[in-house]
């Protein structure tokens, strides 16, 4: 090996900052939450952003909200702690929205990603090639996708190969309405111009808003190179209803399903599950049909999850068996080959590896020993009232069916529990506790007469 240097220095990876505008108003939701933080596959459409922007290699971030609007914030930085939160104090326009950030824009990137918060189909993959012409010296790079129906849209003037402008419908003459190609509204800047372009936008238009959109032409004025890149329309598809909500929470599925059975995952009916954005299966699960995963679910391999299973907040040991019809809430740790059956719960709760609760339990804030046989109808009794207490049980040991554990109470390793038990004290290992009154037998009774 040579340890002579290299004549040609490495491609030093371009630095990346997104501003995301997330300071609409949102009014067609007729909603009392911000639209951005409406939820697909359980996660808000602004923190989808966040995420894609991050995996595309933006290494700053800024959020652009509107004015008082502390829980955007919140969510914005609950999402990516990184992230610099401006205010756009008056909407004027998606030029000025962008400007609103003017302080990390100066702060200098070699690429200026702009991404809409409620725009949340978009991959890092379709970023990445946004951003692909700002190396090759392009002022702009534009994300444009043809529209089934362009109404509404800004549309691309291109004289050929270049784009000469964007025109917002509502400015647009009759022969550019005709055009199909439309602009999606991301963009992306160079870092060293983005601020002379964006401080040139004037607000001579039909809506008096400064639009980013006439950045454009702007920079082709100036003798600069504009690119635009296409992306499928279904991946640019903004969400400004409860019906394109929806429609968008149905697209990020269809990617979701096909990205897990793509790592080996079994979906028997997979237009019947729901996964979360941050669902991880491992290889060989198989899901059953109609089964929800809420955020935070990992499931080990091999697991299998049957049908009618909700879960959130959960983790499933390999070769686990959860279902039909259970519920995992959050903070439910099941170990390797643990089988949960139908109509039991588990909330906040380890269950060590081999546990069996088959049929109709409640396990809350407990601590279940390995292959420990918890019988039907057991319930931790949790609850008091104002307090939320623990129950432990340790390694092999039989819960009978019907009994209440009423907690904080310690069953020990290997403790028999007679059913129908009401278990208010601790059970030592090995011991057999039967807490219920003794059978009471009358021969020869006669029932009570009517009247
Ligand atoms: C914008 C584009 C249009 C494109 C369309 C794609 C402009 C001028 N037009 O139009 O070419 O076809 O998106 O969907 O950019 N926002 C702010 N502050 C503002 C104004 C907007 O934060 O002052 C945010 C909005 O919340 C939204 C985004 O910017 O997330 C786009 O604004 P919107 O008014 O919806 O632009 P469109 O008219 O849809
Ligand atoms: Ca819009």
Same mark, same amino acid.
């Given at each position: ?68 609007? %502390? ?16 205010? %756009? ?154 019906? %394109? ?7 990020? %599925? ?198």
């Amino acid at each position: 090996m040579s340890d002579a240097p290299s004549t040609e220095p490495a491609a030093r990876a371009r630095s990346c900052l997104a501003i995301i505008l997330a300071a609409g108003e949102g009014t067609r939701m007729r909603s009392a939450l911000p639209k951005v933080l409406h939820k697909i596959a359980g996660r808000t459409m602004l923190a989808h952003v966040l995420c894609t922007v991050g995996e595309a290699g933006a290494g700053r971030v800024a959020v652009v909200v509107g004015p008082d609007r %502390q829980d955007v914030a919140a969510a914005a930085t609950a999402a990516c702690p990184e992230a610099a939160v401006f205010q %756009q104090t008056e909407r004027l326009g998606t030029a000025h929205a962008v400007l609103a950030a003017r302080r990390a824009i100066e702060a200098g990137a070699d690429d200026l990603v702009v991404a809409f918060a409620d725009t949340p189909l978009v991959t890092a993959a379709t970023f990445a090639r946004l951003r692909a012409p700002l190396a090759a010296g392009a002022a702009i790079s534009v994300l444009g996708f043809a529209a089934a129906d362009p109404t509404g849209y800004g549309r691309l003037v291109l004289d050929g190969e270049r784009l000469l402008a964007i025109r917002e419908e509502r400015d647009a003459s009759e022969a550019e309405r005709a055009i199909g190609l439309c602009n999606a509204g991301l963009m992306a800047v160079r870092g060293d111009i983005a601020i002379a372009l964006l401080d040139a936008v004037g607000n001579q238009n039909s809506k008096g808003e400064y639009y980013l959109t006439d950045a454009v032409a702007i920079a082709g004025g100036r003798g600069e190179r504009v690119a635009v890149v296409l992306a499928p329309e279904a991946e640019v598809a903004g969400v400004n209803d409860r019906v %394109q909500l929806a429609a968008a929470e149905a697209a990020l %599925q269809a990617r979701l399903r096909l990205q897990v059975m793509a790592e080996g995952v079994t979906l028997i009916a997979p237009e019947t599950v729901f996964l979360a954005a941050d669902t991880r299966l491992g290889r060989d699960v198989v899901v059953e049909p109609n089964v929800c995963f809420g955020p935070g679910v990992r499931v080990g391999t091999g697991a299998t999850i049957r049908s009618f299973s909700h879960l959130e907040g959960a983790e499933v040991g390999e070769g686990a068996t959860v279902g039909p019809f259970a519920r995992l809430r959050p903070g439910a740790v099941l170990g390797d080959g643990v089988h949960i059956g139908n109509f039991v719960e588990v909330k906040n709760s380890r269950l060590a590896a081999g546990v069996k609760a088959n049929h109709l339990a409640y396990l809350g804030d407990s601590d279940v020993g390995a292959g420990t046989n918890v019988g039907a109808g057991t319930i931790t009794c949790n609850y008091d009232g104002a307090n939320k207490h623990r129950t432990t049980i340790g390694a092999g040991a039989f819960i009978g069916t019907n009994t209440s554990l009423v907690a904080p109470v310690t069953i020990g390793d290997g403790a028999y529990i007679g059913s129908g038990s009401v278990i208010t004290a601790d059970v030592p290992s090995r011991a057999l506790a039967i807490g219920r009154g003794r059978q009471v037998v009358k021969t020869d009774w006669t029932p009570p007469r009517k009247g």
